[in-house]
């Protein structure tokens, strides 16, 4: 089987414990494990982390922006985005 396919069927088949990825056995029960809070770092600098039902996903802090393909978040140029004109944002 290709390599992709054993990653996909891999996000869906239970792990040792029994559950789904981005959950975790709790009491006996399946939980959501929230990445944030194990792994506070996971998005990188600049970013926050936001938990979501069976996994996460990342968020620039105001004043950065997502670059693609590498997933960081680095500082907007504010000059070069926005007009000068005299006075207030240099």
């Not at 809070?37 to 938990?51: F, K, L, Q, R």
């Not at 004043?63 to 070069?80: E, S």
Request: hydrophobic share 30%; aromatic share 8%.
């Amino acid at each position: 089987m290709e390599l992709k396919w054993k990653l996909l069927l891999g996000l869906f088949l239970p792990s040792c414990s029994g559950c789904l990825i981005g959950f975790k056995l709790v009491q006996m029960k399946c939980v959501d494990e929230d990445e944030c809070a194990t792994s506070p770092s996971v998005c990188g600098d600049h970013s926050e982390c936001v938990n979501t039902h069976g996994s996460y996903s990342c968020a620039c802090v105001q004043g950065f922006i997502m670059r693609v393909p590498t997933g960081q978040c680095t500082d907007i140029n504010k000059c070069a985005n926005k007009p000068f004109y005299g006075s207030g944002d240099v």
